[in-house]
């Protein structure tokens, strides 16, 4: 069993950043992909960044990238999310998603772990 807990949302004013920790709970934290998406209003949950296991496949939304970068501390249990040049559009729900596999790629569906989420604002 994995739980994971989001921290790190927000409100911050369009162009700035903020950093969104997930820490996850378990000893085989290492063997799972992780994962964030996000969920505005009335919009269906999104994929937005991805990491393999090892941290050597990385896998991002055409929206976030550039911006966006996703890493991950397997000593620490924490896969983080680092957002840049934040826009209102950024403005939702971010979730933590983990799935246990060894495959060197992203899987963007099937994750069987979710955190409780932690809300961004972003003020235009």
């Known amino acids: 069993q994995v739980q994971l807990v989001e921290s790190g949302g927000g409100l911050v004013q369009a162009g700035g950043s903020l950093r969104l920790p997930c820490v996850s709970s378990?000893?085989?934290?290492?063997?799972?992909?992780m994962a964030w998406f996000r969920q505005a209003p009335g919009m269906d949950r999104e994929f937005v960044a991805g990491?393999?296991?090892?941290?050597?496949?990385?896998s991002y939304a055409d929206s976030v990238k550039g911006r966006f970068t996703i890493s991950r501390d397997n000593a620490k249990n924490t896969v983080y999310l680092q957002m840049n040049s934040l826009s209102s559009e950024d403005t939702a729900v971010y979730y933590c998603?983990?799935?246990?596999?060894?495959?060197?790629?992203?899987?963007?569906?099937?994750?069987?772990?979710w955190g409780q989420g932690t809300q961004v604002t972003v003020s235009s």
């Open positions: 990491l393999s296991w090892d941290g050597g496949s990385a």
């Open positions: 998603a983990a799935t246990r596999t060894l495959s060197t790629g992203v899987p963007r569906a099937g994750y069987g772990f």
């Open positions: 378990g000893r085989t934290f290492s063997l799972y992909a």
